[in-house]
């Protein structure tokens, strides 16, 4: 063995042993420790700040919302497994009497699955990173995490990987609770998906980063869960009356939309899809004169700008192609320029090198000649995280199979807004159909995140004092319960 | 193209079609079509009865009860559909005034994922075939469903498809909404689990072919969820005082669930873990009665028989394995005698070949000289879909990491019980980690297993009026949803 190797072997059984102590422990108990968390990261105070803005190049207020907003997800799930009802109890209570057989006691719930590996995101130094959304609901779910760090924030990641470290010390939990690993390499990441204690993979980036995970994890002798989410061009489809009637108000929110942060969000407002009407040649002029207002920004790495100039300039040679940029755009200096491309639907129909995600401020508009070919192209699309309809009311009738045809490609869609902005929630589904996301049955932002890295297990004919407590007769916890088919808390 | 190919292109094309309308029908539309199909079964009358005794040599009584099982299974999702519940759904409502940024409105529930293909099992011609749990939870969830058919019961496999598609007509549904391959080689269902329409997988079977059907899914540009329930060995542990005050009654309900229906469950006790104690030999003693006195019984087709044989003389060989039949045991004949093997704990941990499921009426009782010894075994062996212990409470204390280390590997963990008999209920998990089944987060048998072909979708400021009626405003389904973290009908 390698010494990364045996490192990564270390890692994971001190995982593993941590395991069979932190998945024992009441909610109170780990929502304690995930409330620790949150104090720790707090408590590195602007050293956090300023350390994210010299290794990502994000504007300050954006740094300290992201802290906020990482900070707020902790809480969610720790207010989550404190109140306990997340477990999903389902009790049937035995009958010895039934004919012909007896019906036996059955009482199921979620479970933790083992140690879960983690592969932060780049493009979210904290809210998808160390202490993000993925760690947050694997720990909330009795799992521990193995982090292995990004390479675009190695600094960031050992303080706030530090802050965990203390939240474990300080909560006397099992050292191998959560483990960071250093080591940004590929074989770095490969041991630890295809090492035996590895339970569950999390993953937000890249299509062929995820991908290649995914291939590992299902190779495996015994396969595990692997939920990469692996962003999605977002089509925004803007209907004829809307675009009439509001087309300035589209074109503003919509390109601050793309160039937000540099374009580097996963729900990035990648196509914008439109018909030739009346108002086609306005609405095209304001997206350019809004885009040609914008100004460039510096990307979070240098890998990131290459990826994006390059990927820029492979797709404005396509044929068909133009840019609403009024100017010659030139996009090879040191900040992201943000670009609107646009093309007709038959290009874009025929050629997919044009439905492959740009990671950038970049987005292409494709116009249609009517609703039928605004359907073909619905139905070209791959599996996408957001579809979104700017739209009046009253012509959403009339383009019924495009918005189905929609829905049935996204895992979230919107209605007269924007893609990016994901709010953290219970009702929020961040995953689509391959290849937004590996698994479209799970989401990774919101509480529901959690159910990516639990299991059910049924209890038959257990004996009540040996049960947990979310399962025994008396609902010490007050959870809700479904009883005998009856949702309560009784 | 070959025919086959054409033909289940064809098949694949048409419940692509009929999932546009199928899953947009209300749940007590598709609950009406889900009940019509067991009106159809029923009047079939004795000429299923008669057909599936025919194909499978299952006694009369046993083809019945699972006739009634098949129809009860269908009206649970029929009537789980019906309440509406299921879906999942979580609102939080927006706030325009939110400070920093407006808090957008969101609406979450659970939709159909598109067509599933099924692979049912031979062992249960009606409960786990072509209107089993898996095009029971499929079509309850709004999924158009594909069969393919097992080739140990065509003739029954063919009257109840019949019996669907005349639901089908009956409810003027979408011809592709249910098809039948009578074409049982493993050419069609390649294709089938390739085929772009192919939304997801359900399969009842060997490891083997479970496997095989995940690595094909898993390969494809778009991979797909296959649920494979690929059973396993179920241990049954039987503790030192409850071995010493009920060994008698163990015995006896122990071997007369390995041998129920010629050992042919996924869930047969095929391991029986005991210690070195001073009633061990009377435990042996009577397990070997009990074996003596049990009948050899037809199984359900020949080459499972052969493989029953083969397996059986193959482990029967190995190091240190002694069968508790008192007499020598023929196993060559017609019919598959029941057989316990007996072997040492040592011999058994080192040997992976032991390990293996025997599909039939076989168990292996390992005795261990310790508690350490049985912890030992705990740790090596395989995911399960269950696990029972059978014991005093008192001794349970003493034996807590055992316990413990059985949890982690099943499904389902039972009390004094057998395994055999699963009972369909929401608190049923079947399934368990792998190689029991392909995904640990999904159960096949009970109201849950609809989970495994639906996906969440969020509504993000979407029009009220044009919403599904279960994320409207009004409540005018009924139903419980999350609504601002508040369970309620409201």
Same mark, same amino acid.
């Given at each position: 063995m390698s010494s990364l190797a045996i490192k990564i072997d270390e890692v994971m059984n001190l995982a593993s042993l941590a395991f069979t102590e932190y998945r024992k422990l009441s909610g109170a108990i780990k929502a304690k420790f995930i409330k620790q968390i949150t104090d720790e990261i707090e408590q590195i105070g602007d050293e956090l700040i300023h350390t994210v803005m010299e290794e990502t190049a994000l504007p300050e207020a954006r740094v300290r919302g992201e802290r906020g907003r990482t900070v707020n997800q902790l809480l969610q799930f720790a207010e989550m497994i404190e109140e306990g009802s997340w477990v999903n109890a389902i009790i049937e209570e035995g009958n010895p009497d039934r004919e012909p057989l007896p019906?036996?006691?059955?009482?199921?719930?979620?479970?933790?699955?083992?140690?879960?590996?983690?592969?932060?995101?780049?493009?979210?130094?904290?809210?998808?990173?160390?202490?993000?959304?993925?760690t947050a609901s694997a720990l909330a779910g009795g799992n521990p995490v193995v982090v292995k760090g990004h390479p675009a924030h190695p600094k960031t990641g050992k303080l706030v990987a530090d802050a965990i470290h203390r939240a474990v010390e300080k909560c006397n939990l099992p050292q191998g609770t959560f483990s960071y690993i250093e080591d940004s390499s590929y074989d770095a990441g490969q041991l630890l998906v295809k090492h035996s204690q590895t339970k569950a993979v999390a993953f937000t980036g890249s299509e062929k980063g995820g991908r290649a995970l995914f291939d590992i994890a299902n190779q495996r002798k015994e396969p595990i869960p692997v939920f990469a989410e692996m962003g999605s061009i977002n089509p925004v489809v803007v209907l004829p009356k809307a675009q009439e009637k509001k087309y300035k108000e589209i074109s503003k929110n919509l390109v601050a939309s793309v160039n937000m942060g540099a374009g580097q969000f996963c729900t990035n407002p990648g196509?914008?899809?439109?018909?030739? #009407?009346?108002?086609?040649?306005?609405?095209?002029?304001? $997206?350019?004169?809004?885009?040609?207002?914008?100004?460039?920004? @510096?990307?979070?790495? #240098?890998g990131i700008l290459k990826n994006y100039q390059t990927? $820029?300039?492979?797709?404005?040679?396509?044929?068909?192609?133009? @840019?609403?940029n009024l100017e010659k755009v030139d996009i090879s200096g040191e900040k992201a320029v943000p670009v609107l491309g646009t093309v007709e639907a038959r290009h874009f129909i025929s050629n997919p090198e044009m439905h492959k995600e740009i990671f950038g401020p970049f987005s292409l508009v494709v116009v249609c000649d009517s609703a039928d070919q605004m359907e073909e192209i619905a139905k070209v699309l791959k599996g996408q995280l957001t579809c979104t309809v700017h739209a009046l009311e009253e012509e959403m009738e009339d383009f019924k199979v495009v918005i189905d045809e929609l829905m049935m490609r996204c895992g979230r869609i919107l209605f007269n807004g924007v893609p990016t902005g994901v709010e953290v929630c219970a009702a929020m589904q961040h995953g689509g159909p391959y290849p937004a996301s590996t698994d479209v049955r799970f989401t990774s932002v919101g509480t529901e995140a959690i159910k990516r890295f639990v299991r059910p297990v049924s209890f038959q004919d257990w004996p009540d004092s040996l049960l947990p407590l979310e399962l025994q007769r008396e609902n010490m916890l007050g959870i809700w319960r479904k009883v005998n088919g009856r949702l309560t808390k009784d």
């Open positions: 019906k036996p006691d059955l009482r199921r719930m979620l479970i933790p699955m083992g140690p879960v590996v983690v592969f932060g995101a780049g493009n979210f130094p904290l809210a998808f990173s160390v202490a993000g959304g993925d196509l914008i899809i439109t018909q030739k #009407e009346g108002t086609l040649d306005l609405f095209l002029q304001a $997206l350019g004169e809004e885009v040609m207002a914008a100004s460039p920004t @510096t990307m979070y790495s #240098e990927g $820029l300039s492979s797709l404005l040679a396509q044929d068909g192609i133009a @840019t609403l």
